[in-house]
């Protein structure tokens, strides 16, 4: 019985340091693509003053008043398929790149069209949690 309940405690810790740490990684793995891919344009603190920024003929939004703008709800679906750009919701087009045709088509030669297709979804599910992780109170 005792050592029962100290098993289920076990478990519940693990599982609550298993969750934490799957947070902790996907948001260290948004904010390495959000480096990488990103940055340039929307600078590293999302607020639009990249290097390529000045280069471009719009304005770049500030990606840390999202939910600002959103009533103060951070509109979770819409950014993703903003990024992703490939529903045609509200496709970024030119001059943002439509990421999930990029990060698909660079990883399908290696790993196939399905697993490709998975992959890219998480890379942009990390991004779009990053995002939300920037945004201003
Ligand atoms: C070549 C420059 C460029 C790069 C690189 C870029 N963006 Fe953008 N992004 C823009 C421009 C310009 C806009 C505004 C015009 C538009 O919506 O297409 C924008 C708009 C957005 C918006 C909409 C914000 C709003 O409030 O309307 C999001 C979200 C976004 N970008 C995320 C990203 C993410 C995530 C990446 C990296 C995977 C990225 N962008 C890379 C240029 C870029």
């Keep these: ?8 405690l076990g478990l519940a810790l693990a599982l609550t340091a298993f969750c934490a740490g799957g947070t902790a990684l996907a948001q260290s793995a948004g904010e390495t ?3 990488n891919a990103c940055a340039a344009c929307h600078g590293e603190t ?8 000045e280069l471009m003929t ?3 939004p500030d990606l840390t008043q999202i939910s600002a703008n959103n009533d103060g709800e951070f509109p ?3 950014v993703i398929q903003i990024i992703d ?3 045609g919701i509200r ?3 030119y001059p943002m790149p439509v990421w999930g045709q990029r990060f698909k088509e660079a990883l399908s030669v290696e790993i196939g069209a399905y697993a490709s ?20 109170q």
């Design 1 to 8: 019985m005792f050592e029962k309940s100290i098993g289920a």
């Design 33 to 35: 693509e959000y480096m």
């Design 46 to 53: 999302g607020v639009g003053d990249g290097p390529l920024a």
């Design 58 to 60: 719009v304005d770049l």
């Design 76 to 78: 979770m679906l819409e």
């Design 85 to 87: 750009g490939r529903s």
């Design 91 to 93: 496709g970024h087009g």
């Design 117 to 136: 297709e998975i992959v890219t979804r998480g890379r942009i599910l990390a991004l779009a949690q990053h995002l939300e992780s920037i945004q201003a």
